[in-house]
């Protein structure tokens, strides 16, 4: 019974993280199942039924946490999420080990009885899995402003279905419930069509044809999701170019060595969230860009990329004043370069850096004839510390040039959070930023603090 146990446990370690739940509870019920023969001795078998029921409770918490990641996050760009999965795979493999164990110890009970036939592996099957997200917030902060304010808020709401087809189609949708005028409205965030176009042992060989409207993976933090982020906010460069971080179109990510993706694709030159998309109908110009990308694995304890996104920002005509103005087309073009080392300078320490060089204008709603392309610059980087596997903490500086042709406009941000695990679903953040922008006409240097509860189901 132990070795058909444990051919099933290592058949079923290769398949996707969504079965992954499957794999613990057929492990769990082998083993239950063979505790239905008789032994001699009743008190010590039902002091093992007792414990595997306890490993039963184990895994099911392992699997769930493993199926809610696989779901929520991109396991080739999140270190993070790698090493969660990890954490849950390990506990999986501690279940399955004193599993085989407790069933050594049942057959010196057993009264000499057959063990059951061996079992074929389950079949990874097609179906739905719903997950999702909130994240409540207090934000205080001494920027003044119309749109500034001390106040509660719900900062996302996410609510996620995720559609396996078979082995090689899955679709993902997902709803912000809690965008729009006073965080009361719904918003399609992602809806993506993913096809494997070539199984192989991923990533050497394996090609993936991912459509519809999901996060640029431009830079790292663009795609990285708002769970696992450590500041409240994306940097201000991403914020300001790449605004609700997605667009819609196609990309083609291959693993041509294990240790390199590649990754080319089109998409609508703006984002769905930029000023100059959301509200306004764009010129006839080029709407489209093409992105290019290659990237080092996440699971190790270093990694690379490096990304570009070309295009153009299309010409757009509204009234100003009662006089309809028409901002021209321009250059749209940026080029990240980003890197992690985890667990490399210092036990227990993650380093990050990413840097944006581009060329575009500021985005703005408001058109005018003066609204050309600059070369633009933007960098980030961030130091975290776990003190514990519960208790972490983080450094951050970033820094936006709109314009590198003229001084005195870029702008500053200094970062300190301070982040609780009360377990993988359940988070609390507490940070403080302070910006210096000496673009604004007062108050050059303001304050945000953010107090954050994240509950992930």
Do not use: C
């Not at 971080?245 to 060595?257: A, D, P």
């Not at 990050?352 to 392309?373: H, I, K, Q, Y």
Request: glycine share 8%.
């Amino acid at each position: 019974m132990a070795e058909n146990t444990l051919e099933v446990f290592l058949t079923n370690q290769n398949l996707t993280m969504q079965s992954g739940r499957w794999t613990a509870l057929l492990l769990i019920f082998f083993a239950t199942a063979s505790l239905t023969l008789a032994t001699p001795n009743e008190d010590a078998v039902a002091a093992k039924r007792a414990e595997i029921a306890s490993l039963k409770v184990k895994a099911k918490n392992a699997s769930n946490a493993v199926r809610k990641l696989s779901a929520e996050t991109d396991l080739t760009s999140s270190a993070e999420a790698i090493k969660l999965l990890k954490k849950y795979t390990e506990e999986l493999s501690e279940v399955h080990d004193r599993l085989e164990a407790i069933e050594a110890e049942l057959k010196e009970l057993k009264a000499g009885k057959a063990e059951t036939a061996p079992q074929a592996p389950v079949a990874k099957k097609k179906g739905f899995a719903v997950s999702g997200f909130s994240q409540f917030q207090y934000q205080g902060t001494d920027k003044q402003g119309a749109s500034t304010f001390d106040a509660f808020r719900i900062r996302r709401a996410r609510l996620t279905v995720n559609y396996q087809h078979d082995s090689r189609a899955s679709l993902k949708l997902s709803e912000e419930l809690a965008t729009g005028a006073n965080n009361g409205q719904a918003f399609l965030k992602d809806a993506v069509l993913s096809y494997d176009l070539s199984p192989g042992d991923a990533p050497n060989g394996q090609t993936m044809l991912i459509m519809g409207q999901y996060p640029l993976p431009i830079g790292y933090e663009l795609s990285r999701s708002d769970v696992d982020r450590e500041f409240p906010e994306r940097a201000l460069y991403n914020q300001t170019y790449f605004s609700g971080e997605r667009s819609r179109g196609f990309l083609i990510r291959h693993g041509v060595t294990n240790e390199l993706v590649a990754s080319i694709g089109a998409f609508n030159s703006l984002t769905n969230e930029d000023p100059e998309q959301a509200n306004l109908s764009p010129g006839t110009g080029n709407r489209l860009a093409i992105l290019a990308a290659v990237r080092t694995p996440a699971d190790r304890k270093a990694e690379i990329g490096v990304s570009g996104f070309f295009g153009h920002r299309a010409a757009y005509t509204a009234p100003v004043a009662g006089s309809n103005v028409t901002s021209p087309e321009t250059e749209r073009r940026f080029v990240y370069v980003d890197g992690r080392v985890s667990d490399v300078l210092v036990p227990k320490m993650t380093l990050r850096g990413e840097a944006m060089f581009g060329r575009d204008r500021l985005p703005n709603a408001t058109p005018s004839a003066s609204a050309t392309e600059h070369e633009v610059r933007g960098f980030q980087t961030q130091l975290g510390y776990d003190i514990t596997d519960q208790h972490e903490v983080f450094l951050r500086y970033e820094q936006m040039d709109p314009n590198t042709g003229t001084d005195g406009d870029a702008v500053h941000g200094y970062g300190l959070a301070y982040r609780y695990r009360f377990n993988v679903d359940t988070l609390f953040t507490l940070s403080h930023e302070i910006f210096e922008d000496n673009t604004r006409v007062t108050q050059h240097r303001y304050g945000i603090t953010t107090v954050r509860f994240t509950l992930r189901f």
